[in-house]
């Protein structure tokens, strides 16, 4: 067995970690330090899912991608916390949907954030030259 293949056995993508982020400088605590949240990577299957459901056919059979359905799609389910399917916290603000909760608790630039920070744990953002510089130390 290669040394790849003895690696990716004994890292499944379904094991992985989460990781905590700083996503604002507008949120913080009472001290005034940054709070993380806490995140968690994407499968293919999900992430294939989500492409899906924000591309819609529009006039004339042209494509149209809904990058703002795309973020918040990967920012509610992969977003352990805050939890923006917490049923609770959804009723609390008078929301009737994740979505909703989401825009009405996050700027849009929060969300982008939040969800670069999932694309970069999910392994989207990894630039190839500074893996090999990696791998040569």
């Known amino acids: 067995m290669s040394k790849l293949v003895e690696f990716l056995h004994a890292n499944p993508i379904d ?10 400088a507008r949120i913080k605590d009472k001290g ?10 994407m499968t ?3 992430y294939n899912s989500y492409q899906k459901q924000a591309t819609k056919i529009g ?5 149209d991608f809904d ?5 918040s799609l990967i920012v509610i389910n992969h977003t352990e916390d805050p939890n923006f399917k917490d049923i609770k916290a959804i009723e609390a603000l008078g929301c009737h949907s994740p979505e909703q909760y989401l825009n ?34």
Do not use: C, H, M
């Open 15 to 24: 094991e992985l970690a989460t990781e905590q982020v700083i996503f604002s």
């Open 32 to 41: 005034g330090q940054p709070i993380k949240a806490t995140i968690r990577p």
């Open 44 to 46: 293919s299957l999900a």
């Open 59 to 63: 006039k004339k059979g042209k494509l």
């Open 67 to 71: 990058n703002d359905l795309y973020q």
């Open 104 to 137: 009405r608790v996050l700027l849009p630039g929060e969300v982008a954030e939040l969800s670069k920070a999932i694309l970069d744990l999910s392994g989207f953002n990894d630039d190839l030259e500074d893996l090999k510089d990696r791998a040569k130390n």
